[in-house]
């Protein structure tokens, strides 16, 4: 028998690598593939159950803060070509007239989405959040695959768990609930990460973007990482600015690093036009119309250094071990290492961001929480991969880790699901009780509708969607009016409503006098200001309260003539309440208003009052 050739040997041992490495490469696209199916799936399910608990043909139902507002921000009606309704008050506003209106990208396409859907917003919700949650998985597998160390394909994997279903901001509640198993409890004050609708459901995928595009562009001398980085961070920037400082920091430490790397004369110009084009375009976008998020009148800067020590916690220690951890790594290419050590810098500097701006300004601190689960997500996914690179990725071992360390997060995943549910199941219930409500109610025409509005997404955001009049009044409303609409329209409304609910200026000033005022505060609407760790900046909301809320309070105690006149518009003032849980004091309507008729279905009722 003849041996094989040589040559033939050698073609065969060539055919049979490929081969291999074919098999692997569709071995883990297909894990990848079912890994995004899970994560999916844990993230879609609240919505399903509370879909056949509830129904899908009204409002979409709630399972993370702030959705009443955003969906009533993309109901925003344009009047002109400079000018919007408020929703809630249905008066004027400047099309760009506050921050909230002016960075809304995400609440324009989603109302876009739902037109074109008919107007069925249960279903452009489920369909939208599906996007933006599968768009997430892809891009964070995409840039695992690309730039993680040739390793095991489960690190990827990993990172996408790590990212989707674990809330690391939470670990230290996410893990006293894990103690307290069987009971479901612990898991309902811990959300899945990306719950919320908008944000950051919206910046974090473009973030992702940015950042695979800047180690991308720091690997070639190709511009068009560049030119997609531009047009990344300008949509950051007007669906959520703070992506856009993240954005900017990755970018001004990957210069830095090829500057001293390889000389100004090689690395200057593509930066420098990159820099260029952007602040050109971001300064035409953000200096067309006003850039205030609350009425403050603080300065822009204010160094505030004994801040520090309170805002120096436990993330901030962990950001800075892991971004410390990637810049001395000398597994991890320069291009990799690098944006990554921008992102976790940058980071470290938003957290701190109160001590030099103040919060009422621009809530840099508040808003950076937003960014750093992500980042410690991304930073220990590119430290697991240098552990697991060579031989030790097909260690018995690695992989027996990797199947515990995943079931866990899977596990945890369903566990926060579950839990938000539970968590959201009486806000859901009633929704559906007001929704049905309304939709027995026929309006007549120039009505006024009085709901509950203690905390956002309370029953006012949802009556403002779904009636076609002016609520009375609303705590989101203020971020869709100017200062001085704040001053003159929205603090006249709070204080009549502050009347009906059986509060008065005694109420006000008892929260003045308290030594820690920062609850009441809030509920009032002076989110900045109670949120804020510096007592000059909560005085400035006492200030706010003592020359706008009780003056105004003041005026309808005494019956001012120019309450009866603002009611006199009003055909009809509709109260809506609960019964099991009153709002309204049926004294202090009727002091202004005499009661037609009412409406009862199930626990919440609807009162029809005339101006007496």
Known sequence: ?????????????????????????????????????????????????AGVEFGAAGLPPIFAPDLSLYLNVSNARAISAGQVLNPYYLVPVPANGTAYLKFRLGAVLFDGW??????????????????????????????????????????????????????????????AAWARLPALSGFEAVALPFMRAFAPQIPIPLLLGYLGLQMAALSGKSVRPWMGMAVLQLLALSAFPYATLVMAGITAVSVVWQVLSKGLRRTWRTPLVYGLACGVADAAFVMRGSMNIYASH????????????????????????????????????????????????????????????PSTVLLLSAHATYFAHTTVALLLTFLISVVVIGPRANLVWTRVAFGIVLLVLTLNGVLLSLGTYRAFRPANFQQMEVTRLLSSWQPAGRELIVARSVSVDDACGWV??????????????????????????HRFRQALYLYFTGKGSDYLEQIIRQSNPVGPMYQLGYWAEAISLSREEQEEGIRGIQSDLMPALSRVEQHDPAVRQFLQQFSRIIVVDDLHDPAFVPARLDSYLTLEKEQHLDSWVLRSYVLK
């Open 114 to 175: 739902n037109k074109l859907l008919g107007g069925r917003m249960w279903v452009a919700m489920f369909t939208w959040n599906f996007f933006w949650w599968t768009l997430l998985c892809a891009l964070a597998l995409w840039l695992f695959n690309r730039f993680l160390p040739r390793g095991s394909p489960w690190v990827g994997i990993t990172g996408l768990g790590l990212l989707m279903l674990v809330n690391i901001g939470m670990a230290r509640p996410l893990l």
């Open 1 to 49: 028998m003849t041996q094989p050739s040589r040559d033939a040997a050698t073609y065969a041992a060539q055919e049979h690598v490929p081969a291999e490495s074919r098999r692997r490469t569709a071995s883990a696209a297909i894990a990848q593939f079912a890994a995004v199916v899970v994560v999916l799936g844990i993230y879609l399910f609240p919505s399903m159950k």
């Open 464 to 489: 403002a969607l779904l009636s076609k009049g002016p609520v009375l009044y609303c705590t989101d409303a203020e971020i869709m009016l100017t200062p001085p609409q704040n001053s003159e329209i």
């Open 298 to 357: 603080a300065s822009p800067i204010h160094l505030q250094l004994q801040l520090l020590p309170h805002l120096v916690g436990g993330m901030w220690v962990l950001v800075f071990l892991l971004t410390g951890a990637i810049a001395f790594n000398k597994a991890l290419p320069p291009e990799v290492k690098w944006p990554l050590v921008g992102l976790g810098t940058t980071n470290l500097l938003l957290m701190l961001g109160d001590a030099v701006v």
